[in-house]
């Protein structure tokens, strides 16, 4: 069964530094999302793509985080300088909406990326 | 503000009880409603999915979600549960088609054996 891949699985790190998570989704996926979620939280939209285009990173904290998918697969979100409130999970999902195709419009989701800042 | 909304944050059940976690939303027009899974140590999965039809919608595992319009509601059920049902339940509205999907706050299962 086909997965979105997700790297690294755990990753800690100092305040200040930098980090960087992946995502690879599922191939044929044109919609890719990176959610944050917080220890006894539900999943929240940190930003969309479609392609390779975002199409909503209104929750995104533009000051230190970005993310980028080139050529609209694999995808990349970045954090500079790190906090220790981005202690979270990072999840990446992806989906399409081509009607009639088996899981059609409905999220696949990776393992995620648990980051702990110290 | 539109939202999901899971009341129950905590629940804890023995073997063999019935199951009813509620999940109401606030967004008006065509939503397509879903409840994910997360098992410990594992990753956020479909449970089921309801887009359009029979508002009674069935999915793996056992569990059924009715989708009653005139209450905003998509409660999850389950007649009979397992200790392998506990993980924490999330429910999800994508609303009018947007492809946008947005989730409630969970709920966490503990199935006592």
């Known amino acids: 069964e086909a997965e979105v891949a997700q790297s690294p699985r755990y990753k800690i790190t100092e305040k200040s530094q930098a980090v960087a998570f992946w995502c690879d989704p599922i191939s044929g996926h044109a919609t890719l999302y990176w959610y944050r979620q917080i220890l006894g939280q539900g999943p929240e939209l940190l930003v969309q793509f479609q392609d390779e285009s975002v199409v909503d990173d209104s929750q995104l904290p533009k000051d230190r985080f970005s993310a980028e998918r080139l050529k609209g697969v694999d995808s990349t979100l970045k954090i500079q300088p790190a906090e220790l409130g981005d202690s979270a999970m990072y999840l990446c999902a992806s989906s399409q909406m081509v009607l009639a195709s088996p899981g059609a419009g409905e999220l696949f989701f990776g393992e995620g990326s648990r980051l702990t800042v110290l | 503000a539109q939202s999901v909304s899971q009341h129950n944050h905590h629940v804890i059940l023995s073997e063999a009880a019935s199951l009813e976690l509620g999940c109401n939303y606030s967004?008006?027009?065509?939503?397509?409603l879903f409840w994910y899974v997360q098992y410990p140590g594992q990753h956020l999965q479909l449970l089921l999915k309801y887009f359009s039809g029979d508002p009674l919608v069935k999915g793996i595992k056992g569990f059924e979600a009715e989708f009653i319009k005139s209450k905003f509601s998509f409660n999850l059920r389950k007649p009979s549960v397992q200790w392998s049902d506990t993980a924490e339940y999330f429910c999800?509205?994508?609303?009018?088609?947007?492809?946008?999907?947005?989730f409630g706050s969970g709920t966490k299962l503990n199935v006592k054996p």
């Open positions: 999800a509205v994508n609303p009018n088609n947007f492809n946008k999907f947005y």
């Open positions: 967004y008006g027009g065509t939503v397509n």
